[in-house]
C-alpha cells in the first residue's frame, strides 16, 4: 500500500503542470519544494539524530550566497593591494560549489558544537545563523549587503536530442524541484536504512549504550550535520536562481522557525513527515492569505499552532496517521506502535 | 517453545560453565593495577589489583556501594580513574573513549536496563554489529551495491546472535514491548553483536526470577563456549557460585579475597564482609 | 587614551543592563531547565510597557520603570502557569520547541499593536550630558546604570536571604530532594519565571529611553542574553552578572575599534571562542553531557 501510495504522489507530481495552468499556485509549490528540500534536510539532524538545530537557515542562505556568487563572479580586497577575484562561472558548476561550502560550514559548526550537546548545540546553532546574517549584511564589497544580489543567472541544462533548455520561468522550475527533492528523499533515506543511519538514531535513542558497542558519537553527528548543511546549501542555491534577487533576509530566523515546524508537524524522525508538515505550512499561507489575513497574524498562527502540535500531537502527523492505520488493521489489543520514551541508561 | 528449552534445566550448572575452566597458566587478557577512582572527597575505589585471564568467568563481588559499578565504568572508558593502570591484551586503556574500548573487543552491559527502547529487537541488535559493519558513507548515498550486500551480511549476523540468545521469536517487536526478562537478554544479544573479546556484565540478573536466572547462567555458558572471556557483577550468588572460575571479592573500594569459588565461600574475611547472611540464605 | 576610557565607561552603563538581562535567563534555566526563547520578549515587553506609560499616558518616568517591570513578572507568571506547568518532565527539546511558538506568537502580537514603526521614549534627565575631562555621559544613562545596579543587588538579596529564594536555591540543587523536604516546586517555578521575566522587562524599560524601541528588538536581546548564559555557565548568576559586563566590553570594543556593523557579532564570536575553550562557561557548575 506504501509503495504504491507514494508511487501515485510522485505521478500526480510529475503531472500537475499538465493539468494545471495556475501560474501562481506553481510559484507556491515551488517555494514550499524548497522548503522541503530544507526541512528534509533538517529532519536528518533533528529527527535522526535528535539534535535542535536552529541555526539551519545559515546553511540556506550560504548555499544561495555561495552560488549566486560563484556564478556572478566577484572581487575582493583582502589586505592592502592584494585582491581575490573570481570570474563567472556555470551555474551548475556553481550550485555544485555552493553545495561543498555549505557542507563545509556544517564540518565546522559540528566539529566545534558536538564538544557540547543538548541546550549549548541549540544556542550555537542560532548564534552562527545570526553570524552569517550579519556578515552577509556588513561584507559589503562581497555581497552588496542590503542592496542584495540581482540578476542572478539562472540554471542551463543540456538534454540529448533537445539540447540546451534555460531553467526559467514557472514550468522548468517547478520540475528542478521536484528532481532535487526526490534527490534529497533518495539521499536522506539510503542513509537512514544503512549503518550510518543505524548509528545516528541509535545515538538518539541511548548515546551511552550507543557508544559501548563501538559507534563513535563526535564521527556520525558530524557526518548528519554536514550532508544536511550540504542539502540545506543545494536548496538554497535551488532558490537564489529561482528568485534571481538574495539579499540578507535569506538567514531570517523565521525561516528556521518555518522549517522546525514542518518537521515537527509533519513528524520528526520519518521520511514522509518534512513532506507533509512541509505542503501544509507550505500552502497554509496562501490559504491565510485568501482570508485577507495579514503576515502578522499568519505568524502569530504559526507560533501557537506550534505550541498545540507540542501538546496534542508531540509525534506529529505521519506517526498519528500511521498508529491509527495499524490499529484499524489489527485490533484488538494492538500494541503501542512507538514508545514515549526511549529507555534510559546511565552508567 | 524456545523458552521452555532454555529454562528447563534451572540452577543446574550450565554446560561448558564451571567445567572447562581454562588453565591457571592462560594468559592475562585484563589487568587492572593500582585502580583508585575518587569523586570529589569521596573514594569509590583505592588500590584495586586484579587480573582476568584469557577465556575465564571472573565475578566481582561485594556488598553494594563496595566500587565495583565504579570499576567497570572505569574499565570501559564512561569514569576516568585518579590513578592506576588498566590494560586489555598489553594496550592501556586509560584515557580511551567507550568507543575506543569496544573498538579494542572491550564490551559491557549497564546496570540499568539499557535498550534502544524506540528500535525493534532486530534492529537494536544490528546497531550491537556497529564494528563489523562495512559501509562508507559515500558508498551509502550512492547507493553501491556493495552496501546492499553488508547489509544481508550484517542481517545474517543479527540472526545469527538473536538465535544464540534465543530471542529470535521477537525479532519484530519494539524492545520496550518486551517483559523484563527478556529485555535483560536483549542487552547481552547487543553486546554480544559487538563481538567482544571481553564481556562485562553488570548485575544481568538482577531482578529476573529463578527460571530466567537458569536460562541466563545457560547462556553465559554458551558465550564463554565462544571463547568470549566474561567478567561479571552480580549479587545471585547461585550464579556467581554456578558460573565463576574465579571470583575478586571488594569491600569498601578494596579487595578482601580473590580465588577460585570454593575457596571463597571458605574465607572468613568474606563471609564476616558479605556472604554471611546473604549466601546462608540463598543455600537455605 | 581618552577614547579608551570613553568606551570602557559606555561598557559598564551597558553591561548593567546586559548583567540583568542575563541573570533572569541563567535562573529560569538553573532552576527551571527551560531555554527560555522569550526572554527577549519580554525585554521587548518591558521597553512597550515603557513607551506606553510615559509617551501615551504621561505617567512619571520612574513610576513607568515600575510599573513595566510589575507587567512583566505578571506576563511571565502567566506564561509559566499557562505553557510551562504541564510540560514539567517533559525533555528539554519539548519545552524549547513551545517556547519558540510563544516567542512567534508574542512577537507578532506586538507587532499588530504597536505597528512595525520604531518609537521613542522621552527621557525626563537634562540633554546635556554629564562631562568629566575628555570624557561624557547621558544623564539617562547613569540613572539607567544605577538602577540596573540596584535591581542586581536586589535579585542578590532576594537569593540569598528570602524563603523564596532559599527555596529557589534548594530546588537548583536538587529538585526531588527540595521536593521532599516541603518546597512547593510549582510555586518556586511561577515565582522564578516571573522574576527572570521581570529582570528582562526591567533591562527592555530602562534600555528603552537610551535606543529605540521596535518589534524584532528582543530578538537581539534573547541572543545576546545566550551569549551572556553560555560565557558564564548556564545557571550560574555570578557568570551572568560578569558575562554581561565583558559582552559589552568586547561589544563597545569591537565597535570602536573594528567596525560598527559588527557589534552585534561580537557576542556570537565570544560563544564560539568560548566553547573552543572552556565549553562549561567561565563560572559553570558541572553540566552533565549527554
Given at each position: 500500500?506504501?509503495?504504491?501510495a507514494s508511487?501515485?504522489?510522485?505521478v500526480?507530481l ?6 494545471m ?5 506553481l510559484h507556491?509549490?515551488?517555494v514550499a519544494g524548497?522548503?522541503i ?10 529527527g535522526?539524530?535528535?539534535?535542535l538545530?536552529?541555526?539551519?537557515v ?6 544561495a550566497y555561495?552560488?549566486?556568487l ?5 572581487e575582493i580586497h583582502?589586505?592592502g593591494?592584494?585582491?581575490v577575484?573570481?570570474?563567472?562561472k556555470?551555474v551548475?558548476l556553481?550550485m555544485?560549489?555552493a553545495?561543498?561550502v555549505?557542507?563545509?560550514c ?6 566545534i ?13 542560532v548564534s552562527f545563523a545570526?553570524?552569517t546574517?550579519?556578515v552577509?549584511?556588513n561584507w559589503?564589497?562581497l ?12 540554471l542551463?541544462l543540456?538534454?540529448?536530442g533537445?539540447?540546451?533548455i534555460?531553467?526559467?520561468g514557472?514550468?522548468?522550475?517547478y520540475?528542478l524541484v521536484?528532481?532535487?527533492?526526490i534527490f534529497?528523499?533518495?539521499?536522506i533515506r539510503?542513509l537512514v536504512?544503512?549503518q550510518a ?9 541511548n548515546?551511552p ?6 559507534i ?7 557526518l548528519a550535520t554536514v550532508?544536511s ?9 535551488v532558490y537564489?536562481?529561482y ?16 522549517m522546525?515546524i ?8 520519518t521520511?514522509?513527515g518534512?513532506i507533509?508538515?512541509g505542503?501544509i505550512?507550505?500552502i497554509l499561507?496562501?490559504?491565510?492569505r485568501?482570508?485577507q489575513?495579514?503576515p502578522?497574524v499568519?505568524?502569530?498562527v504559526y507560533g501557537?499552532?506550534?505550541i ?8 506529529g ?9 495499524r ?10 506502535t512507538r514508545?514515549?520514551?526511549a ?5 | 517453545?524456545?523458552?521452555a ?5 534451572p540452577?543446574?550448572?550450565a554446560?561448558?560453565a564451571?567445567?572447562v575452566?581454562p588453565?591457571?597458566?592462560a ?5 587492572v593495577t593500582?585502580l583508585?577512582?575518587?569523586?570529589g572527597?569521596l573514594?569509590a575505589v583505592?588500590?584495586m589489583?586484579?587480573e582476568?585471564?584469557e577465556g575465564?568467568v571472573?565475578s566481582?563481588i561485594?556488598?553494594n ?6 570499576a567497570?565504568n ?6 576516568q ?6 590494560v586489555y591484551?598489553?594496550v592501556?586503556?586509560r584515557?580511551l573513549k567507550?568507543?575506543?574500548i569496544a573498538?579494542h573487543?572491550v564490551?559491557?552491559t ?5 535498550v534502544f ?9 544490528l546497531?550491537g554489529?556497529h ?9 551509502i548515498?550512492?547507493?553501491?551495491p556493495s552496501?546492499r550486500?553488508d ?6 549476523a543479527?540472526?545469527e546472535v538473536l ?5 529470535e521469536?521477537?525479532?519484530?517487536e ?6 523484563y ?7 547481552v ?8 573479546t571481553?564481556?562485562?556484565?553488570d ?5 529476573m ?7 541466563f547462567m545457560a ?5 564463554r563456549?565462544?571463547g ?5 557483577v552480580e ?17 569498601q573500594?578494596r579487595?578482601?579475597a ?6 571463597i565461600?571458605?574465607d ?6 558479605y556472604?554471611?547472611?546473604?549466601y ?5 | 587614551?581618552?577614547?579608551l576610557l570613553?568606551h570602557a565607561?559606555n ?10 538581562l542575563?541573570i ?11 531555554v527560555?526563547?522569550?526572554?527577549g520578549?519580554?525585554?521587548a ?8 506609560w510615559?509617551m501615551?499616558?504621561?505617567a512619571?518616568?520612574?513610576?513607568s520603570?515600575v510599573?513595566a517591570v ?6 511571565g ?7 510551562l506547568?504541564?510540560l514539567?518532565?517533559?525533555?528539554i527539546?519539548t519545552?524549547m520547541?513551545?517556547?519558540?511558538g ?6 507578532n502580537t506586538e507587532q499588530?499593536v504597536?505597528?512595525g514603526?520604531?518609537k521613542s521614549?522621552?527621557?525626563?534627565f537634562?540633554?546635556?550630558?554629564l562631562?568629566?575631562?575628555?570624557i561624557?555621559v547621558?544623564?539617562?544613562?547613569l540613572?539607567?546604570?544605577a538602577?540596573?545596579?540596584l535591581l542586581?543587588a536586589a535579585t ?7 524563603r ?16 521532599l523536604?516541603?518546597v512547593?516546586i510549582?510555586t518556586?517555578?511561577t515565582a522564578?519565571?516571573a522574576?527572570g521575566?521581570?529582570l ?8 528603552g ?6 518589534p ?5 536581546a534573547s541572543?545576546?542574553a ?7 555557565g548556564?545557571?550560574?548568576?555570578p557568570?551572568?552578572?560578569?558575562g554581561?559586563?565583558?559582552l559589552?566590553f568586547?561589544?563597545e570594543?569591537g565597535?570602536?575599534?573594528i567596525?560598527?556593523g559588527?557589534r552585534?557579532?561580537?557576542g ?11 565549553p562549561t562557561?567561565l ?5 552533565r553531557?549527554g
Amino acid at each position: 500500500m506504501n509503495r504504491a501510495a507514494s508511487l501515485a504522489f510522485v505521478v500526480l507530481l510529475v503531472s500537475l503542470p499538465l493539468w494545471m495552468d495556475n501560474l501562481y499556485f506553481l510559484h507556491v509549490l515551488i517555494v514550499a519544494g524548497i522548503f522541503i528540500v530544507a526541512a528534509m534536510s533538517l529532519n536528518l539532524l533533528l529527527g535522526f539524530t535528535g539534535q535542535l538545530s536552529l541555526g539551519h537557515v545559515a546553511f540556506f542562505g550560504i548555499g544561495a550566497y555561495a552560488s549566486s556568487l560563484c556564478s556572478l563572479g566577484f572581487e575582493i580586497h583582502v589586505w592592502g593591494d592584494t585582491t581575490v577575484s573570481l570570474a563567472p562561472k556555470p551555474v551548475w558548476l556553481s550550485m555544485l560549489i555552493a553545495i561543498v561550502v555549505a557542507g563545509l560550514c556544517g564540518y565546522m559548526i559540528g566539529k566545534i558544537s558536538f564538544k557540547v550537546r543538548g541546550a549549548y548545540f541549540v544556542i550555537v546553532s542560532v548564534s552562527f545563523a545570526e553570524v552569517t546574517r550579519l556578515v552577509a549584511l556588513n561584507w559589503i564589497e562581497l555581497t552588496q549587503g542590503p542592496m542584495a544580489l540581482n540578476n542572478i543567472p539562472v540554471l542551463k541544462l543540456w538534454a540529448p536530442g533537445i539540447g540546451s533548455i534555460d531553467i526559467i520561468g514557472k514550468v522548468p522550475n517547478y520540475y528542478l524541484v521536484l528532481a532535487v527533492a526526490i534527490f534529497t528523499y533518495v539521499i536522506i533515506r539510503r542513509l537512514v536504512y544503512s549503518q550510518a543511519g543505524r548509528a545516528m538514531i541509535a545515538l538518539r535513542e541511548n548515546e551511552p549504550l550507543a557508544t559501548s558497542v563501538g559507534i563513535d558519537v563526535t564521527r556520525f553527528l558530524v557526518l548528519a550535520t554536514v550532508v544536511s548543511a550540504a542539502l540545506a546549501g543545494l536548496a538554497g542555491a535551488v532558490y537564489a536562481h529561482y528568485v534571481r534577487i538574495v539579499d540578507p533576509d535569506v538567514f531570517l530566523f523565521i525561516y528556521t522557525v518555518t522549517m522546525v515546524i514542518m518537521v515537527v508537524t509533519g513528524g520528526k524522525g520519518t521520511l514522509a513527515g518534512p513532506i507533509v508538515g512541509g505542503l501544509i505550512f507550505g500552502i497554509l499561507p496562501e490559504v491565510l492569505r485568501g482570508f485577507q489575513v495579514i503576515p502578522e497574524v499568519q505568524w502569530v498562527v504559526y507560533g501557537v499552532l506550534m505550541i498545540l502540535i507540542v501538546y496534542f500531537l508531540p509525534e506529529g502527523i505521519v506517526p498519528a496517521v500511521r498508529a491509527a492505520w495499524r490499529r484499524r488493521l489489527d485490533r484488538p489489543g494492538a500494541p503501542p506502535t512507538r514508545p514515549a520514551v526511549a529507555a534510559e541508561a546511565k552508567p | 517453545m524456545r523458552a521452555a528449552a532454555s529454562t528447563s534445566t534451572p540452577a543446574a550448572p550450565a554446560p561448558g560453565a564451571a567445567s572447562v575452566a581454562p588453565a591457571a597458566d592462560a594468559p592475562v587478557a585484563l589487568a587492572v593495577t593500582g585502580l583508585s577512582i575518587r569523586f570529589g572527597g569521596l573514594t569509590a575505589v583505592q588500590d584495586m589489583t586484579f587480573e582476568v585471564r584469557e577465556g575465564e568467568v571472573l565475578s566481582l563481588i561485594g556488598p553494594n556501594g563496595a566500587g565495583k559499578t565504579s570499576a567497570f565504568n572505569a574499565i570501559t572508558g564512561y569514569l576516568q580513574a585518579s590513578s592506576g593502570e588498566i590494560v586489555y591484551r598489553g594496550v592501556s586503556l586509560r584515557g580511551l573513549k567507550p568507543n575506543q574500548i569496544a573498538a579494542h573487543g572491550v564490551v559491557r552491559t549497564f546496570q540499568k536496563t539499557s535498550v534502544f527502547g524506540g528500535l525493534t529487537v532486530l534492529d537494536n541488535v544490528l546497531v550491537g554489529l556497529h564494528r563489523r559493519a562495512r559501509q562508507h558513507p559515500l558508498a551509502i548515498m550512492l547507493g553501491l551495491p556493495s552496501i546492499r550486500r553488508d547489509e544481508v551480511r550484517l542481517r545474517e549476523a543479527a540472526w545469527e546472535v538473536l538465535r544464540l540468545i534465543g530471542l529470535e521469536a521477537r525479532a519484530g517487536e519494539t524492545a520496550v514491548s518486551l517483559p523484563y526478562g527478556e529485555l535483560r537478554l536483549l542487552e547481552v544479544a547487543v553486546a554480544l553483536a559487538a563481538e567482544p573479546t571481553l564481556l562485562l556484565l553488570d548485575e544481568p540478573a538482577a531482578g529476573m526470577n529463578p527460571a530466567e536466572t537458569g536460562a541466563f547462567m545457560a547462556l553465559l555458558g554458551r558465550i564463554r563456549a565462544r571463547g568470549v572471556t566474561v567478567l561479571l557483577v552480580e549479587h545471585d550468588m547461585k550464579m556467581v557460585m554456578g558460573v565463576s572460575d574465579r571470583i575478586v571479592c571488594l569491600n569498601q573500594g578494596r579487595i578482601i579475597a580473590d580465588g577460585p569459588p570454593a575457596a571463597i565461600q571458605r574465607d572468613p574475611q568474606v563471609i564476616r564482609a558479605y556472604l554471611g547472611e546473604r549466601y546462608v540464605r540463598a543455600q537455605g | 587614551m581618552d577614547q579608551l576610557l570613553q568606551h570602557a565607561l559606555n561598557a559598564m552603563i551597558l553591561g548593567g543592563t546586559y548583567a540583568l538581562l542575563g541573570i533572569g535567563l541563567t535562573l529560569i534555566f538553573g532552576i527551571m531547565r527551560v531555554v527560555n526563547f522569550t526572554h527577549g520578549e519580554l525585554y521587548a515587553f518591558g521597553a512597550y510597557m515603557m513607551y506606553m506609560w510615559v509617551m501615551l499616558i504621561g505617567a512619571n518616568f520612574v513610576l513607568s520603570i515600575v510599573l513595566a517591570v510589575a507587567l512583566g513578572v505578571v506576563l511571565g507568571a502567566a506564561i509559566e502557569i499557562v505553557l510551562l506547568r504541564r510540560l514539567r518532565g517533559a525533555d528539554i527539546d519539548t519545552t524549547m520547541l513551545v517556547m519558540i511558538g510563544a516567542w512567534i506568537a508574542i512577537q507578532n502580537t506586538e507587532q499588530l499593536v504597536w505597528s512595525g514603526v520604531a518609537k521613542s521614549i522621552n527621557s525626563p534627565f537634562p540633554s546635556a550630558p554629564l562631562v568629566v575631562g575628555a570624557i561624557s555621559v547621558s544623564w539617562t544613562r547613569l540613572f539607567v546604570f544605577a538602577v540596573a545596579v540596584l535591581l542586581i543587588a536586589a535579585t542578590y538579596a532576594l537569593i540569598q536571604w528570602t524563603r523564596l529564594g532559599k527555596a529557589m536555591r534548594a530546588t537548583f540543587q536538587d529538585r526531588e530532594a527540595a521536593a521532599l523536604m516541603g518546597v512547593r516546586i510549582d510555586t518556586v517555578h511561577t515565582a522564578t519565571f516571573a522574576l527572570g521575566s521581570g529582570l528582562a522587562a526591567a533591562a527592555g524599560a530602562l534600555l528603552g529611553p537610551v535606543f529605540v524601541v521596535y518589534p524584532t528588538i528582543g530578538d537581539l536581546a534573547s541572543l545576546k542574553a545566550f551569549a551572556i548564559v553560555i560565557l558564564g555557565g548556564l545557571g550560574s548568576i555570578p557568570g551572568a552578572t560578569i558575562g554581561g559586563f565583558i559582552l559589552a566590553f568586547m561589544e563597545e570594543l569591537g565597535a570602536g575599534y573594528i567596525s560598527s556593523g559588527y557589534r552585534d557579532a561580537m557576542g556570537f564570536l565570544l560563544i564560539i571562542l568560548i566553547l573552543l575553550v572552556k565549553p562549561t562557561g567561565l563560572f559553570a557548575r558541572k553540566e552533565r553531557i549527554g
